[in-house]
C-alpha cells in the first residue's frame, strides 16, 4: 500500500505557487472567520433567546437585587436617602458581571456535546464558537444593563453625567462585559460539567460585596480592607460611580481599564490555548 | 443479500480515495490502535466490524480529523491528514454515534446553519435545506426544536446535515446503533442511495447483518488491527463454504464447517455422531459473516456482540473453527 505517490487534488505546502498564495488564503480565513462569527453569533443569540430560564433569572436578578437595595438595605445603610445613587453603579456591574459568567454554562454546554465534533470536522474557523458565545453575552447583558437602568431610573436613581461621561460609562460596561465573557468563556473550556461552569457566575456576584460596591472600604474590617482596595471590582466600580454621578474618581479610571484589559488579554490567550487542548 | 457491485466510479486503483498505513494512538496507557492499514475506493461502501472497544471510533475519529494519530500515514481524498487538515474537512463528513445536531434550533435552522458554514450562499443555503428536508422525510418535523425529534428523527437529520457540503467521503458511526427496525432500514436506504450517487462510504458497526447488507468491502477489527478484510463473500469462504448445525437434546446448538461436499459433511456428521450427547437435528446452511466474527475474535467477545446482532438465535451457537 504505497501512499507515496500524491493524489492530484493534493495542494502541498511546500511549495507555494506564484502569485501569493499566501495573501489569498489570509483573506478567505480573514472572510471566513467573518462569516463563521456571524453565523455561530447568530446561533448563540438564538440559544440566549430560547433559553428561557436563563433568560428570565437575566432580568428578574438584576430588578430583585435593585429593589433589595434600596428598599431593605437602603434605609439601614443610609438613613437620610441617597444610598441608591450609591448603589446603582455597583448593581450595573454585579448583574453584568453574573450575566457575563453563564457564558461559561454555554460554552460547557457545547463542549458537552456532539455538535462540537461536527464543527471540528468542518472547515470552521475554530475561534469562531467561542466569538459567538462572547457576541451573545454582549447583546444579553447590555439588554439586561438597560432593565437596569431603566429600574433604577423609575425608582429615583439621578445620574448628573454628561454626555461624554455617559458614552464614558458604557464604553467601560461594554469592556467589563467583554472581558468576563472571555474569561467565562475560558472557564467555560476548563470546566468538565455544567455545575462547575456556572460555578463561575456565583463568584462573580459575591466578590463585589468585598469592594467598594455597596459600603464604603473604610467600614470593612481592617484584615479586609487590604482585599477590598486591591480588588479589580473597587476601581471598576468607583470609575462607574465617578462617571455617572459626576464625581471624582482620581486614578482609578485608569486601574480599571489596566485590569480589564488585562482580563481580556490573559482570557483570550487562555481560551485559545484551552481550546487546542481539548482537540483529542 | 445480495454482494453489492463495487467500484461503481471508475477510479484509477493506485489513487484509493482513503488510504491509511499504519495508524497507532494510544489514549494514556491504553494501545487503542496497533496499526491500522486499510484502503477505500471511490464510490466504495466499507464497513468497519468489530466487538465494542476494537479501536473503530478511534480510526474514524483520525480519519475525520478529531484525532491525532501517534503513528502512521493517512491521505483522504488525496490530502495529508496532519498537514492539510482543512482539505480533508472540504471533502468529508461524519455522522458521530452521538447525533451532533442544536437541540435548541429548529430542524430547518440547524441545516441552513451547517449549510452557511459549509459555505453555501443565503440562497444556495435554503434551496439545500428545502432539499435535504424533502428527502430524509422531515418536512414536517423542520420547524420544530430538534430536542423534540426521537431517536429515529435526529439520526435523520444528522445525516442529513452530513450532506450539506455534497462530501465525497462520508463517515459514518454506528449510523443504526439504538434505532428501532424501522428506522434502521431507513437509514440502510439513504446509505445505498448515496452510495448509488457515488459517495464514498466508511461505516462501523456491530451488527454484521448491517455489514453484509450495505458494504463492498468489510474489515474486521479487533484489539487495535485489522484481524481480516474483503469481501464478505470471501470472508465467509475463509472459514469453509458450508456450516453443519446441530441441535442437541439438551439444547445446545453446535456448528460445524465443511466443504460442502457430500464427503465432508459425512465427515462432519461423523464427528456429531461420536459426540456422547444426543444429537436431535442437524441443518445445513451457507456461513454467515458472525460465522466469520466468532472464528476471528474468539469466543468470549463475540458471545457478547451476538448478543446484540442476533437476538432471534436464541440458543447458544460454539464456533467449531479447526
Sequence with gaps: MSIAAPAPPAPSPSDPPPGGRSASATRTSGAHLWRDAVVMSHRSIRHSLRNIDALLIGIILPVALMLMFTYVFGGAISPEGGYI?????????????????????????????????????????????????????????LVSTAVVLTTALLLGFRPSAGPLEWFAAI??????ILALSWMSAAWGLVARTVDAA??????????????????????????????????????????????????DAGGAGWVACVWLVGILAVSVVASALLWRRTRR | ???????????????????????????????????????????????????????????????????????????????????????????????????????????????????????????????RTAQLLERFDLGQASGRRVRTYSGGMRRRLDIAISLVTRPRVLFLDEPTTGLDPCSRSAVWDFVRELADDGVTILLTTQYLEEADRLADRVAVVDDGVIAASGTSEQLKAQIGSSRLDVGFHDGEVESYPTDGSVAGVHGALTRVLSDPREAQSVDLRSPSLDDVFLALIGHASAQHTSDHTSAQQSTTRKAHTS
Design chain 1, 171 to 176: 464604553g467601560l460596561i461594554m469592556l467589563f
Design chain 1, 198 to 247: 456556572a460555578s463561575l457566575s456565583f463568584f462573580i456576584l459575591f466578590v463585589p460585596y468585598v469592594s467598594s460596591a455597596f459600603v464604603p472600604i473604610d467600614t470593612l474590617p481592617t484584615w479586609l480592607q487590604g482585599f477590598a482596595q486591591h480588588q479589580p471590582m473597587s476601581p471598576i466600580i468607583d470609575t462607574l460611580r465617578a462617571l455617572l454621578l459626576d464625581g
Design chain 1, 85 to 141: 445613587d450609591f448603589v446603582v453603579p455597583s448593581i450595573i456591574l454585579l448583574c453584568a458581571g453574573y450575566g457575563a459568567g453563564t457564558t461559561a454554562v454555554s460554552v460547557t454546554t457545547d463542549m458537552t456535546e456532539g455538535i462540537i465534533d461536527r464543527f471540528r470536522t468542518m472547515r470552521v474557523v475554530s475561534s469562531a464558537v467561542l466569538l459567538g458565545h462572547v457576541v451573545a453575552s454582549m447583546a444579553r447583558n
Design chain 2, 1 to 127: 443479500m445480495t454482494p453489492r457491485p463495487s467500484a461503481r466510479r471508475p477510479s484509477p486503483p493506485e489513487h484509493p480515495v482513503v488510504d491509511v498505513s499504519g495508524l497507532r494512538k494510544s489514549f494514556g496507557d491504553h494501545e487503542v490502535l496497533k496499526g491500522i492499514d486499510l484502503s477505500v475506493e471511490e464510490g466504495e461502501v466499507f464497513a468497519l466490524i468489530g466487538p465494542n472497544g476494537a479501536g473503530k471510533t478511534t480510526t474514524v475519529h483520525i480519519l475525520s480529523t478529531l484525532v491525532r494519530p501517534d503513528a502512521g500515514r493517512a491521505r483522504v481524498g488525496g490530502f495529508d491528514l496532519l498537514r492539510e487538515a482543512d482539505g480533508v474537512r472540504d471533502v468529508i463528513s461524519l455522522t458521530g454515534q452521538y447525533a451532533a445536531v442544536d437541540g435548541l434550533l429548529t430542524g430547518r435552522e440547524n441545516l441552513e446553519m451547517m449549510s452557511r458554514l459549509g459555505g453555501l450562499s443565503r440562497s444556495e443555503s435554503r434551496r
